[in-house]
């Protein structure tokens, strides 16, 4: 059994995990962002001037892509440094780490399915479906996840 400050240690560790995660996908996003910028900047006038024209409109589509990945890592970056972690609750809320067992749920940022330290930890946002229907629930009820009922161990 966790004590207390353990909880919310493990809780800032994986608050810190995420915000790593998130910042990779940021330095990635704008990376692609940037080289399809330069494929589309270095694509040659050829002698068949459509291919010139549709290289250069993939070019822009691509670094517009990434540019809307990139502001979807923002939102996240910006989700996750707001959620408090320095607390424990007792109810599935931003900022809480729902246990259940043979899968855990921290609602932060929707990041997905990640393995931490061993552990298969599901990311989601505190406004997803699934934080919905948790933030209705309590240590010791259940709910369907996966096709399959999935009970709460523990809430903090």
């Given at each position: 059994?966790?004590?207390?400050?353990?909880?919310?240690?493990?809780?800032?560790?994986?608050?810190?995990w995420g915000l790593s995660l998130i910042e990779q996908r940021i330095a990635t996003a704008r990376e692609a962002a940037d080289n399809a910028q330069q494929a589309a900047n270095q694509e040659e006038k050829s002698s068949a001037g459509d291919k010139y024209e549709t290289g250069r409109a993939m070019g822009h589509l691509q670094k517009?892509?990434?540019?809307?990945?990139?502001a979807a890592h923002l939102k996240d970056l910006a989700a996750l440094k707001a959620v408090d972690t320095d607390m424990l609750y007792s109810k599935p809320v931003a900022g809480s780490f729902v246990n259940c067992g043979n899968c855990a749920f921290f609602i932060a940022a929707g990041l997905g399915k990640q393995l931490v330290a061993g552990q298969t930890i599901f990311f989601i946002s505190p406004y997803a479906p699934l934080a919905r229907i948790l933030e209705q629930k309590k240590t010791g009820d259940s709910f369907p996840f996966n096709n399959a009922?999935?009970?709460?161990?523990?809430?903090y």
């Open positions: 059994m966790m004590t207390a400050s353990e909880k919310i240690q493990f809780k800032n560790s994986l608050r810190q517009d892509m990434y540019a809307g990945q990139l009922t999935t009970v709460i161990a523990d809430i």
